[in-house]
Each structure stands twice: as structure tokens, then as C-alpha cells.
């Protein structure tokens, strides 16, 4: 059974696309997809979402699958979508996760709708550029990519233009480009999901990222390497890290600076993990019972 993707009209007329999964009367907690992803995650019929009476909401930022662009968005402008979404739900109170590049909006929702939001969890997040170890242990080509979308934007779209196209064409291709940028540990998990049948989901999540073109993930990058307009002292909720130490992509060098500037946060470091975490069945459920464990009774809007 798959997951009907469903779409919002704002109040400024763009659309947003997501998917909604698992139990309507669950534990609601709106994940954000990385830089590029979708609302696609396959959590159809997932024991985890299952067995956790879990209601899991998938937003696509603007530009990516069915969300509409966004000109000269910020950061901190998806927070008023995601409180529109929630609105349209009848969910009062909500836990907000992130993958990736998806942290920076977890921690926008945070900032901009502190009576809402009851705790943020950051999975393998993007750091600000300008961290101490920034690059230290980053893949070559996350390493161009923030290169270019810093000093060089005009060459960072023919790069995305050519994952866009490659990944409609020829995802194997872009499949064995990403592998070759990972480490051990993430290679062994995209192995698991090819031998568990699962790898045409993970796919499929990357290819609707790129349904309208590149200017989802253009944007979304450009975004991660200026000011995000977030007062990280002001957040007063509780705030999950869940990081690999040998993530290549998001190097744990600079997580761990990141760690110092976030007020408080509850760091978990994985020795010989990498950037995979939520594809991963035990490193999924450890970050669902650490969100179970801050979840008061939640409210829904009448």
C-alpha cells in the first residue's frame, strides 16, 4: 500500500506537498527531508511507525515535488508553512525533526513557533559554513557543491541541472555517484535497503526532489551557506543531535562546533556511523524513543 501524497494551498496561494503517515491519533512529528528530498519516504506500513502509534508528516520545501517555488525565500519563511500545515491538520503541538539539510528548518520552527514546537531533533544536520572543521572530512563533492554555492553560485546550477536530469534518466548513474561520496557505514545501509528491496524508495524520494527541475535544491543550498537568521540562544526547547562520526557528507567536525553555539542540546555521536541514520532500523528507533520520552500529552486543535 502506498502513501497518498496530498497537497496544501497557503494562504499566498502556493501549494505544499507531503504526505501524511501512520496513525491519525498518534504521536504527530513533522520530518523534514534533506538537500535535495521529498515528502517520498516509504513509511507505508512501517513497523516503526506501527509499533510507536506514530503519525509522521513529510513537507516538501518550495521548489521540490509538488511544493510550489518560493522566490527569495529565508529559512525561517517554512516555519509559517509548516504552521499553516499543522493548522490544516488539527494539531496543536508537534515534534519537528530534520535530516540533513533539513536541520536548519527544524531548528526555524523552533525559533519562529516556540509555543507549538516540543522539541527539535537534528539527524545528521547541516551546520552553518562558517564552523570551525567545516570541511574537515567532507566528501569532494559536497565540498564543490558548498564551494560553489558560496563563491560561484552560476556554476552550482549546471551541476544541479545535470542531477536532475541524471536522476530521470539514469538514476543508477546518480545512485553510484552518491555511494562513491559515502562512508563505509553508509554504503553497507544502501546495500541493506538493495538486498531488503527498499533501494526504489530511496530512489524514488530523490527523483520527486527533482520533479520541477533543480531550483528546489539550488535554493535550498544557497540558503545553507548564508546567515540563517535564527538567535540560537533563544531556543528553549529540547534539542536532539544525532550524529555519525564518520559521516562524510556532514562531517562530525563541524557538528560538534555546531554542538557549542546550541543552548543545551543532547548530543548522541556515533562511532563508525555515517550520514544514514534514519535509514538505519536501530538508529531509527533510538530517535523516535527519545522524542517518545520528551512527549506530553498532545493537543489538537478543536
Known amino acids: 500500500m502506498v502513501a497518498s501524497s496530498s497537497f496544501l494551498i497557503l494562504e499566498d496561494g502556493r501549494k ?19 538537500t535535495p528530498g521529498s515528502r517520498v519516504f516509504g513509511f507505508e506500513n512501517e513497523p516503526l511507525l506501527i509499533n510507536n502509534e506514530l503519525r509522521i508528516i513529510t513537507p516538501e520545501r518550495p521548489g521540490y515535488g509538488l511544493s510550489d517555488s518560493f522566490q527569495n525565500r529565508t529559512i525561517n519563511d517554512f ?3 509548516i504552521e499553516q500545515l499543522a493548522n490544516s491538520l488539527n494539531i496543536d503541538k508537534f515534534h519537528v525533526a530534520g535530516v540533513s539539510g533539513g536541520g536548519p528548518y527544524v531548528l526555524a520552527c523552533a525559533y519562529c513557533l ?8 537534528l539527524i545528521a544536520s547541516a551546520t552553518p559554513t562558517g564552523l570551525s572543521g567545516f570541511f574537515k572530512g567532507m566528501s569532494l563533492g559536497n565540498k564543490v557543491a558548498f564551494i560553489l554555492a558560496k563563491y560561484m553560485p552560476f556554476l552550482l546550477k549546471p551541476l544541479y541541472m545535470y542531477s536532475a536530469n541524471l536522476i530521470q534518466k539514469h538514476p543508477e548513474k546518480l545512485l553510484q555517484g552518491i555511494n562513491s561520496q559515502l562512508c563505509s557505514w553508509d554504503q553497507q545501509v544502501l546495500s541493506n535497503l538493495e538486498e531488503d528491496g527498499k533501494i526504489e524508495t530511496f530512489i524514488y524520494h530523490i527523483r520527486e526532489a527533482y520533479q520541477q527541475g533543480y531550483l528546489g535544491a539550488y535554493s535550498d543550498m ?11 540562544q533563544a531556543l528553549k526547547l529540547p534539542i536532539f543531535m544525532w550524529h555519525g562520526e564518520s559521516d562524510t557528507l556532514m562531517p562530525i567536525s563541524s557538528a560538534k562546533s555546531f554542538s557549542k553555539i546550541l543552548p543545551n542540546p543532547e548530543c548522541f555521536f556515533i562511532k563508525q556511523a555515517g550520514h544514514l541514520l534514519l535509514e538505519s532500523d536501530e538508529y531509527s528507533q533510538k530517535i523516535i524513543d527519545k522524542i517518545k520520552h520528551h512527549a506530553p500529552n498532545v493537543e489538537r486543535i478543536s
Do not use: C, E, Q
Not at 17 to 32: E, M
Not at 114 to 121: C, M
Not at 222 to 232: A, E, R, V
Open 16 to 34: 505544499l506537498g507531503f504526505i501524511d503517515y501512520g496513525n491519525p491519533n498518534g504521536l504527530p512529528i513533522i520530518l523534514l527531508h534533506g
Open 222 to 232: 544557497m540558503l545553507l551557506t548564508k546567515p540563517w537568521g535564527i538567535d540560537f
Open 79 to 81: 516555519s509559517h508553512d
Open 114 to 121: 516556540p509555543s507549538r514546537v516540543l522539541s527539535a531533533t
